[in-house]
């Protein structure tokens, strides 16, 4: 068995180091390229949803969209309380931003907090699209 043991290890090694290769992938998430709905874009936002595989964001405040999507970056770097901050500020420039209520629920402190923005996120969603619902 002293000829297994060195091509066992070399085979280890491979798999270990397969695994662990890094991919180089965009700062920018699928959704950020995707048109505000409410937006001229000349394509339907679900059409290019469906090609993309992207899930549009639905809000009326371009400004809205761009600190909700700041916000997410930052909630993925596990920055919490920074991002909440932006998706309170997307909130303020549009109040029927359903996503924008979901995270701040996702980031909230208290479970009384929670609750109130997801209630929110709840009742905003008839006007968000099919993939935020």
């Known amino acids: 068995m002293p000829r297994a043991f060195p091509s066992f290890t070399l085979f280890a090694a491979i798999a270990i180091l397969a695994g662990c290769s890094s991919t180089k992938s965009s700062p920018e998430t699928a959704s950020a390229s995707t048109p505000a709905a409410g937006s001229p874009s000349g ?32 909630a993925e770097q596990l920055r919490f309380q920074d991002g909440r901050k932006l998706f309170e500020q997307a909130t303020a420039k549009d109040p029927s ?24 996120a709840v009742a905003l969603s008839d006007k968000a699209s099919e993939g935020e619902r």
């Open 43 to 74: 394509t339907d936002s679900a059409t290019t949803a469906a090609r993309t595989g992207t899930v549009p964001l639905t809000t009326a405040s371009a400004e809205a969209r761009d600190l909700y999507l700041r916000g997410r970056t930052l």
């Open 97 to 120: 931003f359903a996503m924008a209520h979901y995270q701040l629920a996702v980031t909230s402190a208290t479970a009384k907090d929670f609750f109130a923005h997801l209630k929110e």
